[in-house]
């Protein structure tokens, strides 16, 4: 297993949160901490980035052994914060993550 090293992260990266200026791209909004790089696959459920974007990342940044495990984990955590925040539908999907973790 690699080192994990923190990084400081967007935290909150989805479509919504993204446009362009003056021809580059441009990220805001952000709910910064500081976590592991993995972490910003998170929100990848509800990003609208198409598999282009995914494939950059990964040809910059290669997927670590234990990933798909972790990716629940870093999924459930904005699925609970969404229930917190929204209600509805979210808590069935956490219910769901929560027994993959089991």
Request: aromatic content about 16%; charged content about 20%; proline content about 3%.
């Amino acid at each position: 297993t690699a080192a994990i090293f923190r990084q400081v992260l967007h935290g909150d990266l989805w479509s919504g949160n993204c446009a362009g200026a003056e021809g580059r791209p441009c990220v805001y909004d952000p709910a910064t901490y500081y976590g592991h790089h993995e972490a910003e696959w998170g929100m990848s459920w509800c990003a609208g980035f198409g598999g282009k974007f995914w494939e950059g990342y990964r040809s910059l940044i290669p997927k670590d052994e234990g990933f798909d495990k972790r990716a629940v984990l870093y999924e459930l955590y904005h699925k609970l914060n969404h229930y917190n925040l929204f209600g509805g539908g979210y808590l069935s999907d956490s219910q769901r993550l929560l027994s993959r973790l089991m």
